[in-house]
């Protein structure tokens, strides 16, 4: 890669994280990151407050003194040793290739980390997201044996409170059924007694009947030998 591709990819790399306006379209890249400011907002666009803290006067050590912090963010990023430049090479002995090949590695490594993180977000989210609908489906499994295990007892205890009307209704009608057959042996009894009551009263009757008819004809007896006798 010539040293305009390399210029033009970091270009395009600070712009999307930094917004086109950043840079300075007509001054070479070099002299724009030459103070380390540039860098230090850049690498804080690629991972928030890497940097926290940085001096931004326009002394030369300065420079020197941001250019490091760049560099130490960068191994924090995972950008390999061969690939860093040394700050002297920003700052006293500008090597331009140096610093963008740095500046590529921090877009290959950072942003290969960020991609690598927000997949194992998504892997971990689309775990959780299997893992929850496993819950809901097993949640809802487990309210499906219970609803039915739920209507099951209630068709049970219908069938035995069915069961147990069914037994009282048949007592019942034993019970009625016995009472309506004692009502009517008593009611045989109450005739038989009435009628053997009246038997006896007729028999009094016909004996006294009898017993009167032959005193009158006692008495009639008695009168006629009495009369026979004067």
Request: net charge negative; aromatic share 4%.
């Amino acid at each position: 890669m010539s040293l305009i591709d390399r210029e033009n990819a970091c270009r395009e790399f600070i712009s999307d994280v930094l917004g086109v306006e950043r840079l300075d379209k007509e001054t070479p890249l070099i002299e724009q990151l030459h103070d380390g400011i540039l860098l230090i907002e850049l690498i804080n666009g690629v991972e928030k407050d890497i940097i926290p803290k940085y001096n931004t006067s326009k002394f030369p050590f300065m420079n020197i003194e941001r250019a490091y912090l760049f560099v130490k963010a960068c191994k924090k990023l995972g950008v390999p040793e061969y690939e860093l430049f040394s700050p002297d090479q920003l700052c006293e002995r500008p090597n331009p290739k140096s610093v963008f090949i740095t500046i590529e590695s921090l877009k290959r490594n950072a942003l290969g980390g960020k991609k690598k993180e927000e997949e194992e977000r998504k892997r971990k989210e689309e775990e959780e997201r299997l893992k929850k609908e496993e819950e809901e489906r097993k949640r809802k499994e487990e309210e499906e044996r219970l609803k039915k295990e739920e209507e099951e007892r209630k068709r049970k205890e219908e069938e035995e409170r069915k069961r147990k009307e069914e037994e009282e209704r048949l007592k019942k009608e034993e019970e009625e059924e016995e009472e309506e057959r004692l009502k009517k042996e008593e009611e045989e009894e109450k005739k038989k007694e009435e009628e053997e009551r009246k038997r006896k009263e007729e028999e009094e009757r016909l004996k006294k009947e009898e017993e009167e008819r032959k005193r009158k004809e006692e008495e009639e007896r008695l009168k006629k030998e009495e009369e026979k006798k004067k």
